[in-house]
Nanobody, 116 residues
Framework: VQLVESGGGLVQPGGSLRLSCAAS????????MGWYRQAPGKQRELVAF???????NYADSVKGRFTISRDNAKSTVSLQMNSLKPGDTAIYYC???????????WGQGTQVTVSS
C-alpha cells in the first residue's frame, strides 16, 4: 500500500486547510485510516482516525476544529482543519492500518505551518 498526502502549506491563525491522502496498491487490506502529526522536538501523535465502519476518534486538542472523512470507493482520507492555531504546526502523516497483524503504512508527510 502506498499513501500520498497533499494539501499542506502556510496559513494564518484562525485559517483553514484541507489535507488529503490517496491510497493505492492492496487497498482491500486497509481497516483504519487516519492522520498523525509530529512537531519539532516532539513525538508523533494521533490527530484523528476513521475505521472501515466509519467510527471516528479525535485527539482532544483538535475536537470541534478538525473533521476526518473517508471515501472507501476512492481509497482516500481527508482532514478538514479549521480554526488553526500555531500549536497545530507540524508535519502531518497519513496512516493506514491493515487488517490482521501486518505493520502500518505511512505517507511521506506534509508540512502544515500556522503563523502570522
Amino acid at each position: 500500500v502506498q499513501l500520498v498526502e497533499s494539501g499542506g502549506g502556510l496559513v494564518q491563525p484562525g485559517g483553514s486547510l484541507r489535507l488529503s491522502c490517496a491510497a493505492s496498491g492492496e487497498i482491500f487490506s486497509i481497516n483504519v485510516m487516519g492522520w498523525y502529526r509530529q512537531a519539532p522536538g516532539k513525538q508523533r501523535e494521533l490527530v484523528a482516525f476513521m475505521t472501515s465502519g466509519n467510527t471516528t476518534n479525535y485527539a482532544d486538542s483538535v475536537k470541534g476544529r478538525f473533521t476526518i472523512s473517508r471515501d472507501n470507493a476512492k481509497s482516500t482520507v481527508s482532514l478538514q482543519m479549521n480554526s488553526l492555531k500555531p500549536g497545530d504546526t507540524a508535519i502531518y502523516y497519513c496512516n493506514a492500518v491493515p487488517w490482521g497483524d501486518a505493520d502500518d503504512y505511512w505517507g511521506q508527510g506534509t508540512q502544515v505551518t500556522v503563523s502570522s
